[in-house]
């Protein structure tokens, strides 16, 4: 019996131009009735998140910044919050600026839609097209990185080998590929204190209801949501994912056709 459903937001059931589908809203509506607990699982930051979900949206929980921070949708108070912390904020960067890479560093939560940046005299293009879209919240960095504490290091990576590299430099700290929702395959990596997950976040839901492992159902669409999609034994993926992430998971409808319906038509019994 399912008594836990957990979904990515964008590029799963939102998308920037058409937002969400009746189906799936009135899917998760019927979801509710039944008492499954629903959780978006998203690495929007908390106000990012809260700018694309409506007050009123049948949801219980939003796990937002890729687990970073939970949130209790009904009772509206944040229950967990997990930072990276400065010195892990300052390793990261310097190993950025080896290798030319720029990147954007965040308050902590819950304002971690604020952020210092690095400056550059030849960017990387999406790196330009998110400092632009949130150009009110950006601040650029100038010759030391604050002494401050931090939510996580979001950067822009020209190619995966790269990425691989880069990634191999770090020790205790969680880096996830994701990408970008911008221009939909820029490669963006995130970094954030060794404890953060979407898993870890949906896990810390399940045993405050006391939800079996087995209850529970994840949805996803991109990297970001893998270390989810493998940890629970039901998941399931949208048909708009890359083709190498839908070999090893039960694909569902595109995010354009109701992918929530169409799991709860086929699935859900």
């Not at 492992?213 to 993926?237: A, H, P, R, T, W």
Request: aromatic share 12%; hydrophobic share 40%; net charge negative.
């Amino acid at each position: 019996m399912i008594k836990l459903l957990a979904t990515d937001l964008d590029g799963t059931i939102h998308t920037r131009n058409n937002g969400f589908n009746i189906d799936d809203i009135e899917t998760l509506g019927e979801l509710g009735e039944q008492n499954v607990c629903r959780v978006i699982a998203t690495g929007r930051t908390f106000q990012s998140a809260l700018s694309v979900i409506p007050e009123n949206f049948p949801i219980d929980y939003l796990v937002f910044s890729s687990g970073a921070g939970i949130y209790d949708w009904k009772n509206k108070t944040i229950l967990k919050t997990i930072n990276l912390g400065f010195e892990d904020a300052r390793i990261i960067t310097n190993i950025l600026n080896q290798f030319d890479i720029e990147y954007t560093v965040h308050h902590p939560i819950p304002d971690n839609h604020i952020f210092f940046h690095s400056i550059s005299s030849d960017p990387h293009p999406d790196f330009e097209r998110y400092i632009d879209f949130n150009k009110a919240h950006a601040i650029p960095e100038e010759k030391e990185l604050p002494e401050e504490d931090y939510s996580q290091v979001l950067s822009f990576i020209p190619e995966i080998g790269l990425f691989e590299e880069i990634k191999a430099k770090f020790n205790g700290i969680k880096t996830i590929r994701a990408t970008s929702p911008i221009d939909g395959e820029s490669i963006w990596m995130e970094c954030f204190h060794k404890d953060v997950s979407k898993a870890n976040g949906i896990l810390h839901i399940a045993q405050m209801l006391q939800i079996e492992e087995s209850e529970i159902v994840v949805i996803g669409n991109d990297y970001n949501d893998l270390d989810m999609l493998q940890y629970f034994s039901k998941s399931y993926i949208v048909n708009n994912a890359p083709d190498d992430l839908k070999q090893h998971f039960t694909i569902l409808t595109d995010v354009q056709l109701s992918p929530l319906a169409d799991w709860y038509r086929r699935f859900r019994w």
